[in-house]
């Protein structure tokens, strides 16, 4: 075992672990789908339910399977101020996509009867619901956790980085994994759009 | 269990929520038809169970973070709240009522405590990191 010493200072760009500015934009965002929840159109729940699952779909395939390989081969500052400038923006854009993509969904299956058990792809939706369910588990239990750890570790006078690159690798993990899996919900979603 | 005796926190925290989201799917998966709320009440039972073990068993440790435990959770708690306000308020929008609504706002408020633990536990954990950097916990937790 190696003798334990404070790690060496780590140059890193001031942030805030949860932009407050974002949060504007979030309550913008969680009071329209409110609205339109309430509201029950078809158009706005198709606009919240789409916009925010390619949103969702296009973010966890481009973490994790191009920026995910790339963040790994960078030297160790590069990194640190690539996640500061990046981490922070993930802890406000995620739970939001999800929450609009997946309220706004439910309603509107609900609004065209294809969350009933009487729907002839009733099986492709719960292969859905199962997908879905997979992926919150991992995101819930795995990702955001790491992603809120790495901008803790950062804030401190001394980070370490090796606790960073444990908690990075993990999120990059996570979200390639989620990336595939949104591969399994393109196919569900667009069979349940053709049918 | 690591160096510090941890328990498996982040694996038993995604057992629960595992159980919780599998006692949704199910419910969702039998709309409208009648359902037996049997294995959905003992989901929602185990998920409750484990959530509270892994509490019992990280107040064992030592010297556990719990001041930055709970500064992040209270934070997380009001985001997670939220969210399952929002998932709330879409049940009562389709009329959802009796025994379904009944397990679905408690698997609710199981959720909305156990995430904010798992990401408070995380933080936590290395809260100290400095001081150990050398000798890292194996990996999974």
Not at chain 1, 123 to 148: C, D, Y
Not at chain 2, 9 to 15: A, D, I, K, R, V
Request: aromatic share 8%; with cysteine.
């Amino acid at each position: 075992m190696a003798a334990s010493a404070p790690p060496p200072a780590m140059p890193r760009p001031d942030f805030e672990i949860v932009p407050r500015k974002g949060l504007i934009l979030v309550a913008i965002v969680m009071v329209a789908l409110i609205v339109t929840i309430a509201v029950n159109s078809l158009w706005p729940l198709q606009f919240f339910h789409v916009a925010g699952g390619a949103a969702w779909t296009i973010i966890d395939l481009f973490l994790g399977l191009v920026l995910g390989p790339i963040i790994g081969r960078m030297s160790i500052p590069a990194r640190v101020e690539f996640t500061t400038r990046l981490m922070p923006k993930m802890v406000l854009i995620m739970p939001t996509v999800v929450t609009a993509t997946l309220a706004s969904g439910w309603q509107l299956s609900t609004k065209l009867g294809t969350n009933l058990s009487s729907y002839p792809e009733h099986g492709w939706v719960v292969a859905s619901f199962i997908v879905v369910g997979v992926m919150a588990i991992l995101a819930l239990g795995l990702l955001e956790p790491a992603n809120i750890a790495v901008l803790f570790e950062l804030k401190k006078p001394r980070p370490n980085g090796a606790v960073i690159e444990r908690l990075m690798k993990r999120f990059i993990y996570c979200a390639g994994v989620l990336g595939v899996m949104q591969l399994a919900t393109l196919i569900i979603m667009t069979k349940l759009a053709s049918s | 269990m690591t160096r510090r005796g941890y328990p498996p926190f982040t694996e038993l925290g995604m057992l629960a929520l595992a159980l919780i989201v599998a006692g949704g799917i199910y419910l969702s998966a039998h709309i409208p038809q009648h359902v037996p709320l049997g294995p959905a009440i003992a989901l929602l039972v185990a998920s409750a169970l484990v959530l509270a073990i892994n509490l019992a068993l990280l107040t064992r440790v030592s010297d556990f973070a719990w001041p930055r435990f709970f500064q992040v959770a209270k934070w997380a708690l009001l985001a997670y709240l939220f969210t399952a306000a929002m998932i709330e308020y879409a049940f009562l929008r389709d009329h959802l009522k009796g025994g379904p609504l009944v397990i679905l706002t408690l698997s609710l408020l199981v959720y909305a405590v156990q995430v904010p633990t798992l990401i408070a536990f995380t933080v936590a954990r290395w809260d100290d990191s400095s001081a150990d950097d050398a000798d890292l916990p194996a990996p999974g937790h």
